[in-house]
Nanobody, 115 residues
Framework: QVRLVESGGGLVQAGGSLRLSCVVS????????WRWYRQAPGKQRELFAS???????NYADSVKGRFTISRDNAKNTLYLQMNSLKPEDTAVYYC?????????WGQGTQVTVSS
């Protein structure tokens, strides 16, 4: 059983920073990539950052240059460093593990950026 648990969300002022963590437990066979998604109220869930098993990263234009995805294999943890936060970054943030079998999801963590 694969389980993902996010932490690190909260309330921050515009221009501030937060770091999200996602701890993965259970089998991790056949991993394609680790991903971060977010879903703002009334909007669809959006993929905005990925890191492959080889370490290649990809970002949506909306976060490029402000957010950094990384992982620590020894700690089985995925990270998202978010800098220069904007009110439009307000959303529930989800980590996801994309494998050859299926995608596993965390429970989500709320990030709120005040203006």
């Amino acid at each position: 059983q694969v389980r993902l648990v996010e932490s690190g969300g909260g309330l921050v002022q515009a221009g501030g920073s937060l770091r999200l963590s996602c701890v993965v437990s259970g089998s991790r066979v056949g991993i394609n990539a680790w991903r971060w998604y977010r879903q703002a109220p009334g909007k669809q869930r959006e993929l905005f950052a990925s890191i492959t098993t080889g370490g290649t990263t990809n970002y949506a234009d909306s976060v490029k240059g402000r957010f950094t995805i990384s992982r620590d294999n020894a700690k089985n943890t995925l990270y998202l460093q978010m800098n220069s936060l904007k009110p439009e970054d307000t959303a529930v943030y989800y980590c996801a593990l994309d494998t050859v079998i299926r995608t596993y999801w965390g429970q989500g963590t709320q990030v709120t950026v005040s203006s």
